[in-house]
């Protein structure tokens, strides 16, 4: 079974500095994939990053990047220079590389960004 | 220009009064889901099509039905609908691969009266 934790419920950073959301994960498995998405309050889920657990470096995407470590078990979402926009729920995610069928999410954590 | 479509925005229907939720996608994806998510809660997955195989969560309600007429289209049947299944359902697709994310669509948010 697989288990992700994000131990933060919320998050408050000032525009313009970098924020880090916190994620555990606990699973069995040998190969699998991490996932970040962002949900405003308007509801839809966005897709931010990915990391496979076999990549030897950092997913990056734009403001996105993912902190992994796989010994620790952690894949912390980092944001940097936040903004108004970033004010959202974030989640993470995990599921098994070979397919994204079941992907096991975190509770979330609300990330607000003040002026 | 929306890829995962879902209609409507926002369903009102009575306490055990058949409802159906659509969703359709412009993606050519192969795999689509639809999850419950309520308030202040993750996504929980009810079930997924991978092409026309239909699979089932274990503890997904025998209450919700979805089809699946054809690879653009899906649906969720909520046959009785009681006050436990008001929540926001979302609609996701994605092809099948290493590291594929999944396509989510603005979600349907269903209230029970």
């Known amino acids: 079974a697989q288990k992700i934790t994000q131990t933060q419920p919320g998050m408050f950073v000032q525009e313009k500095e970098a924020v880090t959301l916190d994620c555990t994960y606990d699973?069995?498995?040998?190969?699998?994939?991490l996932f970040w998405y962002k949900q405003p309050s308007s509801g839809e889920m966005i897709f931010l990053i990915y990391?496979?657990?076999?990549?030897?470096q950092n997913a990056t995407e734009g403001r996105y990047s993912l902190n992994f470590q796989k010994a620790r078990k952690s894949a912390n979402l980092v944001i940097s220079a936040s903004q108004l926009g970033d004010s959202a729920m974030y989640f993470c995610?995990?599921?098994?590389?070979?397919?994204?069928?079941?992907?096991?999410f975190g509770k979330g954590t609300l990330l607000t960004v003040n002026p | 220009d929306a890829m995962v479509i879902q209609n409507p925005r926002y369903q009102v229907t009575q306490f055990g009064k058949p409802v159906t939720l659509s969703c359709s996608q412009t993606?050519?994806?192969?795999?689509m889901y639809w999850y419950q998510q309520k308030s202040s809660q993750a996504p929980k997955l009810l079930f997924h099509?991978?092409?026309?195989?239909?699979?089932n969560e274990a503890d997904t309600p025998d209450n919700f039905q979805s089809r699946r007429p054809n690879t653009s289209f899906c649906f969720l049947d909520i046959r009785s609908p009681g006050l436990g299944d008001a929540a926001m359902y979302l609609c996701?697709?994605?092809?099948?691969?290493?590291?594929?994310?999944?396509?989510f669509g603005d979600g349907t948010r269903l209230s029970i009266l």
């Open positions: 099509y991978y092409d026309k195989d239909f699979n």
């Open positions: 993606l050519n994806h192969n795999v």
């Open positions: 990391q496979g657990s076999y990549d030897e």
């Open positions: 699973t069995s498995d040998q190969s699998y994939g």
């Open positions: 996701a697709t994605s092809r099948q691969g290493l590291g594929q994310p999944q396509h």
């Open positions: 995610a995990m599921g098994p590389r070979g397919s994204n069928y079941k992907l096991t």
